[in-house]
């Protein structure tokens, strides 16, 4: 019944920024660690940020002081704004949940995923 509906993808220049929104249904954000990850062509899926029940944030250093993950509980909503993007920052974005330990950058296993937004940022 976890549903994870991803938006706010698109094209943009170097520099720019996006916000990107996972809707969750048949869960509540509130109670549960949720986080982002991404993956490019040819190369393996990657943590980006992740948030904790009490709202501790856990950030790749790829993109630390770049991008800031938020939620808004009253509206199982997750966010990911992403300011100053490179061409590097360009993959498939992923939102995940209920890691078995709310850090993307651990290694453990993340059983619930949406299906992806794109995110293509041009030099």
């Known amino acids: 019944q976890v549903q994870l509906v991803e938006s706010g993808g698109g094209s943009v220049q170097a520099g720019g920024s996006l916000r990107l929104s996972c809707v969750v249904s048949?869960?509540?954000?509130?109670?549960?660690?949720m986080g982002w990850f991404r993956q490019a062509p040819g190369k393996e899926r990657e943590g980006v940020a992740s948030i904790d029940a009490d709202g501790t944030t856990t950030y790749a250093d790829s993109v630390k002081g770049r991008f800031t993950i938020s939620r808004d509980n009253a509206k199982n909503t997750l966010y990911l704004q992403m300011n100053s993007l490179k061409p590097e920052d360009t993959a498939m974005y992923y939102c995940?949940?209920?890691?078995?330990?709310?850090?993307?950058?651990?290694?453990?296993?993340?059983?619930?995923w949406g299906q992806g937004t794109q995110v293509t940022v041009s030099s």
């Open positions: 995940v949940a209920e890691g078995a330990i709310c850090d993307v950058v651990a290694g453990a296993a993340w059983p619930l």
């Open positions: 048949g869960y509540t954000t509130s109670s549960y660690c």
